[in-house]
């Protein structure tokens, strides 16, 4: 048997077996026997010290990919050890992509800048509208020739432990699938250039090692703690890989044979046990009521406690976004807030259009991370991506208002201040092409130019099209979008969405894209942004979690059985997963599914907003900080720590504030459906903790049967549509049309349809 056997000779890729022996985490002799030098029965001796035996099943070039299993057998002593499976390429390019989802794109080939946390461009002389994409101190492959390149990550790393490439030469894509970990711990992932970039590894190491350094906060030079294993005589050790090989032309294939194989194997159709999301409703909208609520200024608060970015930030972390939930699901004094709050929201209009990003006691400041008296145009820095929240949540607000409060009389300064910032980033456009991530907030001008940080300003420019009915807001819009979509997605990296990673590939501005891309399509009707939509559908489901990571035995998580399928890693800098898309409920992934009819879909939304709940601290179930207190009710943490960015103490383990997937959660309950049913082909499907069927009654209508299994009351929405309403637009703020069902703890009800 030869490599021909496990289908990589043709592509010039070698498989190969591997020892590395480490003094601490630095490696002194490593052993590599490339297999074809099989012998019988599929066992290969390395050393006198090691033998493997190797099998595959299948085949890299069909869908269901092949299975390459490895069985090391230490026949002595080898101390401080690791083994390794490696594909080693002979025929390498720097121009091909690679991926890591949720932690390497386009092999993070980009200038970088070393600065602290939080970096940021006040500290920094590059500035202006054609800056390059700058990331910080991030694992990533070598940008500057002839020099050494190489990632090192362990698999909490990532959102799938995986590796892809386009490779560019041969037209072909491939990715490298393996698990979370074996007996000795989580696995390492390795991406290795030679120095003149003509060959490169990847390996699977067990256990993971990163020789010599390991990733935090914003460097890459902290010593790596990992370590070999003692490996005694008869101890051993399996290495797996699932291997995928398919034509690959452009990047976009390479993300959607990734969105087919992302769950191989590992899908399940139970949600992680928790509350309904009326129920987590109810904790929350008592806790913003009571904790939130900034009685002196007449304002929800981002958080809670007394300090700089707790206090009041448009947009991104949940300002004038909260309110939207409270006002389309809150109680009469939620609702008198939610308008209190965007009353409050346009009096933080400057001269631009645009907004003063933060108030802290009453102050208005900038967005930037730095203090520096000398710094230029000190409080005046702006990070786009909130305006562009602002601008999508004012209109979605607007909506609501005619939906749920129709009586409500709509101040004209604030449609005239809506209006204004719409007109403010038609401006942008016109005088630069682009939209920028960082404007001056009383000029306008861009400060710093490319990213996909204001990705989702398409999606609220199309909607101030329509409810103003001026075609120049919808000009733009698709203009605007179909600039992102060439620059960004069509390239498949999205940077720049959260405002203190410089231009890192996150997530958050490729979920705002794919936002945009349905708002298009549902106000032109024209399908090529459906086309547009998948693309970036596809690459959003790179930074979302496709198994349960098997946290440390005793940590917080692993003592709440939190399961981690659908969080969402936040960006290649900040190596934490999240509870829920920042700050969205997800219907976008809802829209595309009524479009195109495509299950995967629907199955990423449940996973992203079904397990949202069981992160809500509650009074019943508190989620304890690693202050080593218990976190009040309603409080939710970002932190969902899967990678050691902060330490490995810090795995498993949640920072005690209260955050902006609270929102998350909110809209999750005010935006979506708890159940979904598709009445033409009779699939149900629950996204709220509730169990559901359909029958047929004795008259041969719809009957939905709704189990509710937990302790808590649930008020379930329910969307019921038909093939032919599946093609109407579902629009904003739909949710106030829906039936809604009530079940008791632990009872079954039946609903005709």
């Known amino acids: 048997m030869s490599t021909t056997g496990f289908g990589l000779d043709e592509s010039g890729i070698t498989l190969a077996v591997c020892v590395t022996k480490y003094d601490k985490a630095d490696p002194v002799e490593r052993i590599e026997l490339p297999l074809n030098k099989l012998v019988e029965q599929n066992v290969v001796v390395l050393d006198a010290g090691w033998s493997v035996t190797v099998a595959s099943e299948g085949d890299a070039n069909r869908p269901e990919g092949m299975s390459l299993i490895a069985d090391f057998r230490s026949d002595g002593v080898s101390l401080q050890s690791a083994v390794a499976l490696s594909f080693n390429w002979s025929d390498w390019s720097e121009h091909n992509y690679v991926l890591v989802p949720g932690a390497v794109y386009a092999g993070n080939r980009f200038g970088v800048r070393e600065l602290p946390y939080a970096p940021c461009w006040t500290k920094l002389a590059d500035q202006g509208p054609d800056v390059p994409t700058l990331i910080t101190d991030v694992p990533r492959l070598s940008v500057e020739p002839a020099t050494p390149s190489a990632i090192h990550l362990l698999t909490g790393d990532a959102a799938t432990p995986a590796i892809g490439v386009m490779d560019v030469k041969s037209g072909f894509g491939w990715l490298y699938v393996t698990e979370q970990a074996t007996v000795l711990g989580d696995t390492s992932m390795h991406i290795e250039e030679s120095v003149d970039r003509s060959s490169a590894r990847f390996s699977l190491q067990a256990p993971g090692i990163r020789p010599h350094t390991k990733y935090e906060m914003a460097t890459t030079k902290v010593p790596s703690p990992d370590r070999g294993h003692d490996?005694?005589?008869?101890?051993?050790?399996?290495?797996?890989?699932?291997?995928?090989r398919f034509p690959c032309r452009d990047v976009q294939a390479l993300f959607e044979r990734f969105a087919e194989v992302r769950s191989q194997g590992r899908?399940?159709?139970?949600?992680?046990?928790?509350?309904?999301?009326?129920?987590?409703?109810?904790?929350?909208?008592?806790?913003?009521?009571?904790?939130?609520?900034?009685?002196?200024?007449?304002?929800?608060?981002?958080?809670?406690?007394?300090?700089?970015?707790?206090?009041?930030?448009?947009?991104?972390?949940?300002?004038?976004?909260?309110?939207?939930?409270?006002?389309?699901?809150?109680?009469?004094?939620?609702?008198?807030?939610?308008?209190?709050t965007l009353r409050f929201l346009f009096s933080s209009q400057t001269e631009s259009g645009f907004f003063h990003g933060v108030c802290y006691n009453g102050q208005w400041y900038g967005d930037e991370f730095n203090g520096d008296p000398d710094?230029?145009?000190?409080?005046?820095?702006?990070?786009?991506?909130?305006?562009?929240?602002?601008?999508?949540?004012?209109?979605?607000?607007?909506?609501?208002?005619?939906?749920?409060?129709?009586?409500?009389?709509?101040?004209?300064e604030w449609l005239e201040g809506t209006r204004r910032l719409a007109d403010a980033f038609v401006r942008l456009w016109r005088e630069y092409g682009q939209f920028g991530q960082w404007v001056h907030s009383g000029t306008g001008h861009i400060l710093i130019g490319g990213s996909a940080a204001a990705g989702i300003a398409p999606a609220g420019l199309a909607l101030c099209g329509g409810y103003f009915g001026e075609d120049d807001y919808s000009r733009i819009a698709e203009q605007s979008a179909r600039h992102y979509y060439e620059q960004f997605t069509a390239k498949g990296v999205t940077t720049g969405g959260p405002g203190e990673i410089l231009q890192c590939p996150d997530s958050e501005s490729a979920f705002g894209l794919l936002e945009s891309y349905l708002v298009l399509y549902e106000t032109s009707g024209d399908r090529e942004w459906i086309v547009r939509a998948e693309e970036a559908a596809w690459q959003c489901m790179t930074w979302c979690v496709s198994y349960d990571f098997i946290f440390p035995a005793g940590s917080t998580f692993d003592r709440l059985g939190i399961r981690t399928t659908g969080s969402v890693i936040a960006n290649v800098q900040?190596?934490?997963?999240?509870?829920?898309?920042?700050?969205?409920?997800?219907?976008?992934?809802?829209k595309l599914y009524r479009a195109t009819g495509k299950q995967q879909y629907l199955e990423l939304l449940r996973d992203i907003a079904g397990n949202l709940p069981q992160y809500l601290s509650r009074e019943d179930r508190p989620v304890r900080g690693w202050d080593g207190h218990d976190m009040p009710p309603g409080y939710m943490s970002e932190r969902v720590n899967m990678s050691d960015w902060e330490g490995q103490a810090c795995v498993g383990e949640v920072i005690p504030l209260s955050c902006w997937c609270e929102v998350s959660l909110m809209l999750t309950y005010a935006e979506l459906p708890g159940i979904y049913v598709n009445t033409t082909s009779g699939i149900v499907t629950a996204i709220d903790n509730v169990a559901c069927s359909l029958e047929t009654s004795k008259d041969g209508g719809s009957v939905l049967v709704v189990s509710n299994p937990t302790a808590f009351p649930a008020k379930v929405k329910v969307l019921a549509e038909d093939e032919t309403e599946t093609g109407q637009p579902l629009g904003v703020c739909a949710s106030p049309l829906w039936k809604r069902i009530e079940v008791p703890p632990g009872e079954t009800v039946r609903v005709a349809l």
């Not at 490996?231 to 995928?244: A, E, I, Q, S």
């Not at 991506?385 to 609501?400: G, N, T």
Request: proline fraction near 6%; charge should be negative.
């Open 231 to 244: 490996f005694k005589p008869g101890d051993g050790v399996r290495l797996t890989c699932r291997v995928y």
């Open 267 to 340: 899908f399940s159709d139970e949600l992680s046990p928790s509350l309904p999301f009326s129920a987590a409703w109810d904790i929350q909208e008592r806790k913003y009521n009571a904790m939130n609520w900034n009685e002196q200024l007449g304002y929800y608060a981002v958080g809670t406690v007394d300090m700089k970015h707790q206090d009041w930030q448009i947009g991104w972390v949940g300002g004038g976004m909260s309110s939207l939930t409270l006002l389309l699901e809150g109680s009469e004094l939620s609702v008198n807030r939610a308008l209190d």
């Open 375 to 412: 710094r230029p145009h000190p409080e005046q820095w702006h990070i786009l991506r909130k305006s562009a929240d602002a601008l999508y949540f004012i209109m979605k607000h607007l909506v609501a208002l005619e939906r749920v409060s129709p009586e409500f009389a709509i101040p004209v």
């Open 574 to 590: 900040n190596k934490h997963s999240a509870p829920g898309i920042c700050t969205l409920s997800g219907d976008s992934l809802l």
